[in-house]
């Protein structure tokens, strides 16, 4: 099982509001990243909140909490970061230490990319498979050279990414062991369009 690990407690510092609640074919982008991940072959969904926790775990409320005969059925599960504000490894840090142990990998994805597909994220899955045939335990999505998101290390990645600190992902982790890295070319430039500022977002409805 591949668990995702989806990064949504950031300020938005360069957008100058919260960008996961701006709106794209009238759904929050936050929204959009859950219901592509519900579409694909991910396993679990961990959604790390942090900044306006509150506004963002209200949009998202209704997928955490569908219960069948008593017991939790939904694939999506919200944790809060108290450290956001102390940089991006620790929403990391707080998703992957929410994942299920018996995960075979862990996807970081970050929830500001609205243009990422079901079968765009089923692509990357299915290189980890190949990864893990040629021995390798990480997978990087590039379009025409350019490295994108979402990314997935091998579980056994796991106490490397959870010693990762700072304003940083897994970009760490992944220098440190560059003979694991397993490449894959999008057919398309969906991993590489992420929504940091107004131009970004402009571009993005426009």
Not at 76 to 85: A, E, G, H, Q, T
Not at 106 to 113: N, P, T
Not at 119 to 130: E, L, M, S, T, Y
Request: aromatic letters at 6%.
């Amino acid at each position: 099982m591949v668990s995702a690990v989806v990064l949504a407690a950031g300020m938005s510092t360069r957008m100058g509001r919260n960008k996961l609640l701006l709106t794209f074919q009238d759904r929050p982008l936050v929204v959009h990243a859950i219901d592509t991940l519900l579409a694909s072959k991910v396993g679990e969904i961990i959604v790390v909140l942090g900044h306006e926790s509150e506004k963002v775990w209200e949009q998202l409320e209704a997928y955490a909490i569908q219960v069948s005969d008593g017991a939790a059925t939904s694939r999506v599960r919200l944790v809060k970061n108290p450290d956001y504000r102390e940089g991006l490894s620790t929403s990391v840090r707080t998703g992957v230490q929410a994942v299920c142990p018996e995960g075979a990998a862990i996807m970081i994805y970050l929830a500001d990319q609205p243009l990422i597909e079901p079968g765009d994220v089923d692509r990357i899955i299915a290189a980890f498979a190949a990864a893990k045939a040629e021995n390798k335990t990480i997978v990087v999505p590039f379009f025409k050279g350019e490295r994108g998101n979402p990314v997935i290390l091998d579980a056994t990645l796991r106490d490397s990414i959870l010693g990762i600190v700072g304003d940083v992902g897994c970009k760490g982790v992944i220098k440190r062991y560059p003979e694991q890295v397993y490449a894959i070319e999008m057919e398309n430039d969906h991993v590489v369009r992420d929504v940091d500022d107004v131009q970004a977002y402009e571009r993005l409805v426009g």
